[in-house]
């Protein structure tokens, strides 16, 4: 039986994008801009340009063409930029990079591109960015990228490295400073995050900053300093809204998770303004649990917000779409396991579609490789596709210590299967008993429901006398649970109920309770088409 | 206070290449003289600014004065001065500088302007004065300096002037393209302003303004670096020391773009130096400075126009760009320049002034910024291509 992604609580943890990516999509701009004016320099520019007017000479459209970049004057340099691009024989490459960028940046065409995750490039990163750091050891920007690469790959401790010489470098830099806090987090030391932020002296200046802190202190269960600090840069017009808008998000969690959902629901709406994706995806994250606050399908149109996507469509039952989505928010940040998770749960219990759901689940291990959820769904995916003896190593590296309680019950669901195909029908049983009895109270009623509902299926599957009741079984666990998600579950169940009629004789009433157990809710059944009229499929 | 020494005769035997050089001095002569009029609030008709007046005048020390010169293309000096071609007693010709204040008195406060001017006048001449005393070779010095007084419409006024040696041109005129390209000229004039800087480290003082068209070219062989308006002396407060950029920001490191000023004084002074001089190798080799080649690689939000940090924010920034900077310089070059001159940049343009200049210098106390290691290696591989043995 395969993980879902079972984020209770899910934080605005920065992103930790490659630089490029993370400028383009404006996570680097200074959160306080200013207009700077350089002394005397008309004279000297006029000089400039009307020795280009009047020479045409490539020495002098070069000269023209660094004062424009350099005083900003883009325009005023446009027919030497044009004369030096189109002499490209002539001109250095230095110089055509020059004037490529007057004329590109005017035309502001440097939306980032979608990274795809190729082990092969990653490793290729890698090897660019250590030749770079041989002949400049101080980029803390290439340390904090080589970091990146390293933790996507799973090597954990030369990232850390990687980013020790970073933040030792630079530690005034918010993108080193967020990056190295986010390696931290996702190697699961909160403490070192927290301290690395609050230390900091950017908490004094910048929002960005003081959001993560607050993440980062709340992941280390601790209550932060800097939430009044934080509330006075809200209150504050020193900020663009781009700039406060996880601070919003960070400090609107906190208030939700205290129960204050009026005040929640503001700070939500005043990031909304102009959110970073993350902001967006916690909003999501946030809408899903409160009332009469449903995000509108354009508000998911901006640049990368895939894991918002891929949440929306989970939530609206939009399973293909779902999947693409967790894809495309893996390959953007290929060091965090949730993407893989919820991908890959969703390409197998959804869509049937084993393969893929391996293949999500093994790129995932690749960074995090003792991952409980990704290993069990990797595992649940191999057993689908008979390939047992895979499936059996991946799921006997599961530390069930390192698990949370929904993992060990997803683990024994999966030990159950792979007993089932293996033959061992007797320790299939005791597995999935495991985890129905493993899985107790309301809160985990969907997962024991589920476990049934796998057994039933493994029951139906090798004809046994005991498939009926365990079909009843399922059914009866079922009763508690139908959501969007779970309907999924059951309509599996209801096709193999159909195709054994002679196994279950008169299966009319069986078939009709699970019917009715689909459709008792007024959301439809889960397919392509939108299954909660507030949650249309995104386009 | 701008050095127009680099300027050329208008000569009637003008060669052909040079007839849109003489056009532009024309216009550029008509359209300056139309506009102090024009801030003079006259016609055309108004009288000419006093600094024009001195053609065929006769000053202290027997200059004569034969004929105004205008600026070349590319030469960058005549913002608040007029050129002139003089000649001493013993036929031999120099350049004339004269101050024109006109200017100022149709700024908004003309009080302020003229003693500006007359601060940075003196300022620049007690700077060359210095560097005639201490015998700076690479470093255009004035022969002499005085004022002399003009009958004007107005009455007698006084301009004061400086007098330099003459030069064939500015370094713009010898890296046109990639192609024609004479790296041994090159790595020459590299060496001689790594040695007129040096001459003036040597006596506590900093260019602060090295810059192509500062780079006067003598018988398009030999270098020396010009206009020390913006210098600065050890111990003294120059004139321009609150400006936010004191020399050509096209040129400036990027710390002084992004207003960040190291307390010490080395560190400001000669590793603005020292970054200029690198600066000067990417510009000869790739037709680019090195400030504006990171600025082409940097995201427009980091940009010091509008950057709101500080300069230790945005720092790591400017490194990664010049990282990228380097590799591409690197690959501009000729294979046999690939190692030592990418390294000669790295060490000499470094985003943080604190860690420019040679690595073993920077250990030794009292020479972090010593460029005698570079002039010895420009001149090597000076030597090098000029005997094709690069």
Known sequence: MSAALTDKERHVVPRWRDSNVAGALGELDPSAERSRVFDGTEESWREKRDAWATTRQLSFAADLLGAALTLGKFEEADEAARYVSGRKSDASPALQLVAERLLHERIGSNDPQQPKFERQSLSAAVHLTRERLRNDPRNAIAWTDLARAYASLGFGVKAERAIRLATGISRANRFVLRSAARLHLHLGDTESAHRLLRDNELVKSDPWVVAAEIVAADLDGRTSRLVRRGREFLASRNFGPFHLGELACAIGSLELKSGRIKAAKKLFQSALIKPTENSLAQIEWASQRLQDFTLFPWQFEIPFSHEARARYSFAAGDWRRAVDESIDWFADEPFASQSSTLGSYVAAEHLEDFVLSADIASQGLIASPEDPSLLNNFAFALASQGKLGEATKAINRLDLRLAALSTQICYHATVGLIAFRLGDTEKGRASYNDAISLAKGPALAKLRAHAAVNLAQEELRIDSPDARSAVVSAIEHSRLVADDDFRGVLKRLQKIVVSKIDLLGDIDRIVEDVVRLMTTDKDPLPTTQATNPDRVPLM | ?390
């Open chain 2, 1 to 390: 206070m701008k050095n127009v020494a680099g300027e050329l005769l208008i000569s009637a035997t003008v060669q052909a290449p040079k007839r849109a050089a003489v056009l532009y001095r024309v216009q550029r002569r008509c359209s300056r003289v139309q506009e102090s009029a024009v801030n003079c609030g006259m016609t055309t008709a108004a009288p000419p600014i006093p600094a024009m007046l001195l053609g065929g005048m006769t000053l202290s020390g027997g200059w004569k004065v034969l004929r105004m010169l205008a600026p070349v293309p590319g030469s960058s000096g005549g913002n608040f001065s007029v050129g002139y071609l003089v000649e001493d007693p013993n036929g031999a010709q120099a350049f004339l500088k004269a101050l024109d204040y006109s200017r100022a008195l149709s700024s908004p406060d003309p009080a302020r302007l003229l003693q500006a001017m007359t601060e940075s006048y003196n300022f620049e001449r007690d700077v060359l004065q210095k560097c005639r005393d201490r015998r700076m070779t690479r470093v255009v010095s004035a022969i002499a300096d005085g004022s002399v007084q003009v009958a004007t419409p107005l009455g007698p006024q006084v301009v004061q002037y400086l007098i330099f040696e003459k030069a064939d041109s500015d370094s713009r005129n010898f890296i046109n393209t990639s192609k024609s390209f004479d790296v041994a000229w090159a790595l020459r004039s590299l060496h001689h302003v790594a040695t007129g800087l040096r001459q003036m480290h040597s006596h506590d003082m900093a260019h602060q303004d090295v810059k192509p068209s500062n780079i006067l070219v003598f018988n398009n062989t030999s270098s020396k670096i010009s206009d020390v308006g913006r210098a600065a002396y050890k111990g003294h407060t120059p004139p321009h020391e609150n400006f936010s950029c004191a020399g050509d920001p096209t040129y400036a490191p990027p710390e002084v773009l992004y207003d960040h000023r190291e307390p010490d004084w080395g560190a400001r002074r000669l590793g603005c130096d020292c970054y200029l001089l690198g600066s000067m190798v990417c510009f000869f080799f790739t037709g680019v400075a090195t400030t504006p080649a990171i600025l082409s690689h940097m995201l427009p939000q980091h940009h010091p126009r509008i950057w709101g940090g500080d300069y230790l924010q945005v720092i790591p920034f400017v490194r990664d760009a010049f990282d990228k900077v380097i590799t591409t310089f690197e690959r501009s070059l000729h294979p046999s320049l690939r190692v030592v001159l990418p390294t000669v940049v790295r060490q000499l343009c470094d985003p943080d002034p604190k860690l420019r200049g040679h690595p073993r210098d920077r250990a030794s106390i009292g020479s972090a910024y010593s460029l005698e290691r570079y002039i010895s290696t420009f001149n090597t591989l000076a030597a090098r291509a000029e005997a094709q043995l690069l």
